[in-house]
């Protein structure tokens, strides 16, 4: 067994180390097959106009391009991707492409990284997403009496939140002001976003209270990215979830309770049919390039990153940024790892699994706050847990996340209170499914507490992995020392 996940985002290599990591032998062999066809690549400009003529006619000249260009493309692609710069396919396989084809090119590679990094189109941009139902304690009156922001920074996650603005200045203000707190000094089109407030709806620029993201983009078509935005998104609002949990166990101050953005001057609506990106612009440092992107793809679920059903204690979290920095690594290692061993990856392996079934979890915790009429909190949260706890189904579930969650909290002062009301959930979870009626007693915010602690510790556990296993959650929660927990005060 080896200790070699390293799954935190690092930074971008220079063209030297990339080039080293991109051509592997199998790269070698398709990039000296396309450049032994230099002269049939040179008419077509495009891949598009490759493709079709590959498709039309076939000419011997072109036969074998395609798997070796699929090849080099993807490599190329995926190595950037392992670094976040989520650069659109269709950007990066004409760059790759362009160079290729140009008989004066020697070095294909190097020569795309160049020009990569010349025009400045894997700088970070940011995701102003829309959300709803979020509510920020203890701040309700003071943007009316202070000269103070609903607004929180969370720089180890690179996210800001923002209540609601009810002025299209104030939110492009505070893009502004978060894209500052990422390292990013560019400036947002005002023009844009004005045309955006009266071609579309979007009421929630101004009504809603808002996530900015930061994230390395840059695309051609709408929805190329699409999968590396919702995975950012994801994690963004787990944060937020987590946060809202963890306050369970902080002492409760007076008036903090009081005042939230979510019932003080708020006309937020869930009429919400986009989100805006805010990309580099090639060639242009001081400048944001905007996106208004139709969420018509992958809509469920953008619908459901939007429901942001909790409330966050300002005051509390800005005394506790060890344990929110916590909470910010354990949901980053979790982004990366499902990253390269899911999206990047077609190996099903044992990280394969594993990060799927915690980035399952959280699907599940996060659905446990939804607005419901019955009881699909309790479902849901007692779903969460187990496909965090277990591999697999066996008898005596219950007992089984009892005594996991009580050794990945060892030594954490809630430890008694979490692991009992982790036993009632199950069986409050078996009466409501089972005969639809309840009536066992569950403190659901204990629960999830519990749930985001055990999250925490299981993710400190993850380099522990091992390279085989039928059943890794089990190996590294009953197979490994504990380790020391945040104590949450």
Known sequence: MESTLNLMPTKLP??????????????KTSLAFLKSRRPALAPHRSLEDLFWEMDEKSPAALKGVEPH?????????????????????????????????????????????VLIRSVGIHKPGVILYPIHSLGLLGVGLWEKLTKGRYELFISDAEICVRAQTNSLKETIAFVERSA????????????????YERSRPTKWLTRNP?????????????????????????????????????QNGFPVLRNESLFSSGRTNNWETQDIHHFVLL????????????????????????????????????????????????????????EQGYLKSNILSDKEGVKHRTFKKIMQSLRYFRRSFRYTSGDDDVVMLTIALECLLTDSYAPNGGERLKERASILLKGHRRKSDCVREIGNIYLARNQIVHTAECEQE????????????????????????????????QFIIEGSAPLALPTGS
């Open 180 to 195: 500052e707190s990422f390292g990013v000094n560019r400036t947002v089109p005002v023009e844009s976003m004005e045309h």
């Open 69 to 113: 260009l699929q090849k080099v493309c993807w490599v190329f692609r995926k190595t950037l991707y392992s670094y976040s710069i989520f650069i659109g396919g269709s950007v990066l396989d004409q760059i790759l492409y362009d160079k290729i084809r140009d008989e004066a090119v020697d070095d294909p590679v190097t020569a795309a990284l």
């Open 442 to 473: 569950v403190d659901l915010q204990t629960v999830r507490e519990g749930y985001t602690l055990c999250l925490l510790s299981l993710v400190e556990r993850l380099p522990l992995l091992p390279k085989e296993s039928g059943n890794p959650i």
């Open 279 to 334: 990309e580099a612009t090639a060639g242009n440092r001081k400048r944001f390039e905007t996106r208004c992107i139709p969420m018509n793809a992958r809509a469920i679920e953008l619908a459901e990153l939007s429901n942001v059903n909790v409330d966050i204690n300002l005051k509390s979290w800005a005394r506790r940024q060890p344990l929110m920095e916590k909470v910010c690594v354990a949901l980053g290692t979790i």
């Open 14 to 27: 220079n063209n030297k180390a990339l080039k080293l990591i991109i051509e592997t032998k199998a790269f």
């Open 210 to 246: 808002l996530l900015a993201v930061k994230a390395h983009l840059f695309s051609r078509e709408y929805y190329e990215n699409h999968n590396f935005i919702i995975l950012q998104l994801e994690r963004a609002c787990s944060l937020l979830f987590c946060l809202a949990s963890l």
